[in-house]
């Protein structure tokens, strides 16, 4: 099967979870398939970047969108009603592109991944899927009531027009999907029951890495330092929980980007480290992987491979509700920074509850997220009427 495969950022490296969500999808589906990329830019990237989608792909067609075509889309949405996120990756010369590359293509099937690059396959006469990934809609309407002021105003008007957009688009595709049931739950429109629930996986290689004896930090966090749920996690660790900890606690921060918010937080028990080649090496460095959150959607690939690497886990109901690992014997749950210290100094103390969830957390992961499983499932919907 000819599969043409849209993304609205090209899927390397892989610091984002979209674009490890892609990168993976991409690299099993093409032991059974033809997989032609073409990924929405505004940069270069790096010939070895090149290389490593050429390596699982039949193609890859970048189509570069300037600044002054982004801003442009900025303005059309404000008189149309076209959410912002969607107008900021759509432009009518790309979308010229991308109706040249099918037309020589002509592929079987196209999986567009995110509504935001849904405005490119409205009138392609192709049979067609959308990966949600996660409700967005939901997760705006949500980050307005954090934020404060302007930018609360901005973000429900957004939610306002998102959610409308998410429900006007499942009637312009054949197929969609999305990571986890709980997304899938915060949909109400009618087509949402039909929505195929494809989870996130782990690649074989990420288990094959060697643990360290004795880990130089006690707690590690590690994500895209420059997105704002991380970066409120990471704010909340450490202003709220690490001061209820002993003063010899260890932390480290890793991930690419970190914010100036991020790197305010370093101090002697604080490390910021950025961005390292092999992210193993940093999960490997902590003992506890510690996520308080309670904004996100979707599925968290951060606590996905830190379990998979037998590092124990520390997150909320909301995060686990997505992955559905066992409390108590996969993973530990906690929804204040009283529970989160208490969960912390528990593992720390206590070597065998510690050895069991290491042990338990990556046989779950291993045997429940799997990317070749994951191609399964897109197959056959590809393949479905």
């Known amino acids: 099967m000819k599969i043409i495969f849209l993304t609205s950022r090209f899927p390397y490296p892989l610091e984002k979870g979209d674009k490890l969500r892609a990168y993976y999808q991409i690299e099993a589906l ?15 990237h790096d010939k070895q970047h090149l290389e490593k989608l050429r390596q699982i792909t039949t193609s890859v067609h970048l189509i570069r969108i300037t600044p002054l075509e982004r801003y442009l889309g900025l303005i059309r949405a404000v008189a149309s009603g076209l959410p912002f996120q969607i107008a900021w990756f759509y432009s009518p010369k790309s979308d010229e ?12 099937h196209i999986f567009c991944q995110l509504p935001r690059m849904a405005e490119y396959c409205t009138t392609l006469p192709h049979k067609k899927t959308l990966d949600y990934m996660d409700s967005f809609g939901i997760g705006m309407q949500k980050r307005s009531s954090v934020v404060k002021g302007l930018m609360s105003a901005l973000y429900k008007k957004e939610a306002v027009r998102m959610i409308r957009y998410e429900a006007l688009i499942a009637k312009r595709f054949d197929h ?14 009618g087509e949402a029951e039909s929505i195929h629930v494809v989870p996130n996986g782990i690649s074989p290689a990420f288990f094959d890495f060697p643990k360290v004896n004795e880990p130089e930090y ?3 966090f590690v994500g895209n330092m420059g997105y704002l749920p991380n970066i409120e996690t990471v704010e909340f660790l450490i202003n709220d929980i690490l001061p209820l900890l002993p003063d010899k606690t260890k932390v480290i921060i890793a991930g690419a980007n970190p914010s100036p918010r991020v790197k305010k937080l370093s101090s002697a028990q604080v490390i910021v480290s950025g961005w390292v080649d092999d992210i193993r090496t940093s999960y490997v460095s902590g003992r506890i992987f510690v ?13 996905l491979e830190a379990m998979a690497l037998g590092i124990p886990c520390i997150t909320t109901q909301l995060v686990n509700n997505a992955i559905g690992a066992q409390q108590g014997k996969e993973i530990l749950i906690a929804e204040s920074a009283t529970e989160f210290a208490n969960a912390i100094q528990l593992l720390l103390k206590d070597q065998a509850l510690y050895h069991t969830i290491s042990t338990q957390s990556s046989k779950f992961v291993q045997q429940k997220f799997d990317w070749k499983q994951n191609a399964t499932i897109l197959s056959s919907i590809f393949a479905s009427n």
């Open 30 to 44: 093409s032991h059974e398939h033809e997989v032609h990329l073409i990924s929405i830019t505004d940069t270069d």
């Open 176 to 189: 969609l999907t999305i990571i986890s049931q709980q997304d899938k739950e915060q949909f109400s429109f």
């Open 218 to 220: 006690d707690v590690i």
């Open 97 to 108: 592109l991308i109706q040249q590359i099918c037309q020589e293509i002509q592929p079987d």
């Open 291 to 303: 996520a308080p959150m309670w904004s996100g959607t979707g599925q968290q690939n951060k606590i």
